[in-house]
């Protein structure tokens, strides 16, 4: 028997695709991982041709016939609003490229996707897609998605709320979120990083007016919990599996 016998037709193929890794892992209706999940690098340049290949290759070897998809920049009705980090044709430490940038603002991909692989595909934001895997339906939650970047995402009583795309806004002494909290500056002073990170979350609570900050992607492991124990809101850390949970409550929420 081959492993996609092992799935049924409530199973679900989630891809979460980060501006480092792409990761994929099968997931029941409930967000339960069915597998240990598996990672790829993000292909660069990373035009959307060049994404959709990689990601049509697995859907189709999967053969799962329903696929959640994270998208690591702005998104909305199955539109790439703006492309995040995929725009920097050799990654976060390179500039923008403004063709690469123009071939992605207006691609419809989730269109591209169910064309090229006959699949039900639904595509959110990334942090979208975590809040999803994180928020329990109680209250204002925040959910900030910890990576190579920063993303954020709002849910009021379990409602999603549309938020800005807070990456590329500038933070502290003239970087942006991403550069303050991202991947980079933690390699490079781990605890300076917890400091800041413990202002960012801190300043989106009270903007948002949050009785729960949830922390997930990558990074959250890193993060130690009491650096959060005198903030007057509880602060949730998910883990990096969050996305991939999320992604079943794209179909049965």
């Known amino acids: 028997m ?3 016998d092992l799935w ?15 990761k994929f892992c099968h997931v029941d209706r409930h967000g339960e991982l069915l597998e240990a999940p598996k990672r790829r690098p ?3 340049p990373c035009s959307p041709a060049r994404l959709i290949e990689i990601l049509v290759e697995r859907i189709i070897a999967s053969d799962c016939h329903q696929v959640g998809i994270g998208f690591p920049g702005e998104f909305r009705d199955g539109v790439v609003i703006r492309p995040g980090n995929l725009s920097r044709p050799g990654g976060v430490t390179t500039e923008k490229d403004p063709v690469l940038d123009g071939q992605w603002r207006g691609f419809g991909l989730q269109a591209a996707m169910r064309d090229a692989t006959h699949r039900d595909v639904r595509i959110v934001n990334d942090a979208t897609l975590a809040a999803l895997g994180s928020i329990d339906g109680r209250g204002t939650e925040l959910v900030l998605t910890l990576g190579t970047g920063l993303g954020l995402a709002l849910a009021v009583d379990g409602e999603l709320r549309k938020v800005r795309d807070v990456g590329a806004e500038i933070f502290l002494d003239g970087k942006t979120y991403d550069q303050s909290v991202g991947e980079r500056a933690r390699s490079l002073d781990e605890h300076r990083w917890g400091e800041v990170l413990v202002k960012a979350v801190s300043g989106f609570a009270q903007e948002f007016s949050a009785s729960t900050v949830h922390l997930a992607g990558g990074n959250a492991r890193r993060v130690v919990p009491t650096l959060f124990a005198d903030l007057p809101f509880d602060v949730v850390i998910d883990g990096n599996q969050a996305s991939l949970r999320g992604a079943a409550k794209l179909f049965y929420p």
């Open 2 to 4: 081959g492993e996609s």
């Open 8 to 22: 049924t037709s409530e199973t679900v193929l989630a891809i979460d695709i980060g501006a480092t890794n792409v």
């Open 42 to 44: 993000t292909p660069y």
